[in-house]
């Protein structure tokens, strides 16, 4: 029976650690350079937001991102979770204008937002969006955090970190070993491909058939600088975006906000709090989530003991 209360316990510990498990963080091989993991307080078993953070970042969003990106899933009421009052989320949504209506006469009108009404969108539609940013739309940020692999962390370091006046030597020297890499295994594969069909040539012209001479590929120069990496036009270079091309220039600068707290606005700092803001828009029930956890395991735990105990007491005259 001993095996049994054993048994239990690896249970537990195997439910505990799916509560703890961080976010996959790593991003796949080959794709570019790991993403830097950073400090929440969400994460963990006990995590929990960091309103003040999240308050700064909703201001951040507000300031800087809202001119390009649109946060469909969040209305002005839900920033109540934030710690809002009630007349602060009124005062917010009146700064929005929103498009209501048809009224009686079929009309469609604008008028002040309100606090059921959702955060509203710098673009009509997504062409429009497009349009105005060099061909890229801005994508919906209401759920970046969940849709990106390494998360808060992805947020953060493509933000704070990722942009060519904030690189770190070593993640670029990191980036150009990685990039010459796989330049060199593209050419070792097309040198082998043209080695065949040199073979397949040669063996043609000794037959008398005419056939048109493979053309050998060129040896890759090794990546030294951003420009070899050859990006195209009006793209800016970031260490974290996929290919390091984005469309989105550097969106964050310092004292870009005046924080109403008082926080110092370097762009860490935005970017730590605009990704904890954003965090929150993609999970507001995260700690409901985490406190049901704790109540499961607790449970667990108990009737672990009690099970236990019921065994010794059925089993102790057979002894
Ligand atoms: C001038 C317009 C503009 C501003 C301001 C702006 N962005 Fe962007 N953002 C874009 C565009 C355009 C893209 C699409 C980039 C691409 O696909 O190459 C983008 C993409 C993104 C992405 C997705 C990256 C990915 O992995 O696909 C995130 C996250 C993001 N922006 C966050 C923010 C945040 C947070 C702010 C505010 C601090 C902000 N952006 C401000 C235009 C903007």
Redesign the pocket.
Known sequence: MRKGFLFGLAALAAVSGGLTAAPQSVQAAGEGVPVPKFDWTFSGIFGTYDRAAAQRGLQ??RE??????SLDYIAFRNLADLGYSEDEIKAMAAEAIVVDGPNDEGEMFEREGLPFDYFPAPFPNEKA??F???G????D?SL??K??GAGPD??KA??GHGYEDQVSEDVLQEIFTLETDKRVQAYELALEEYQHKLEVYEDKVADGIEANRPTEPEQPLPVESIEDLGLSDG?SFNAY??GY?????M??FED?VEYADGTPATVEQ??YD??NF?MWTAEPTLEERKGMGIKVLIFLIVFTGILYAAKRKVWADVH
């Open positions: 951040v969003y800087v991102c809202a001119g390009c990106h969006a497009a105005a940013n060099n890229a739309a801005p994508p940020l970046m955090t849709a990106r992805y947020l493509l933000m793209l975006f996929p091309g984005i469309a989105m220039a969106p964050l870009g935005m970017a605009v990704s954003l």
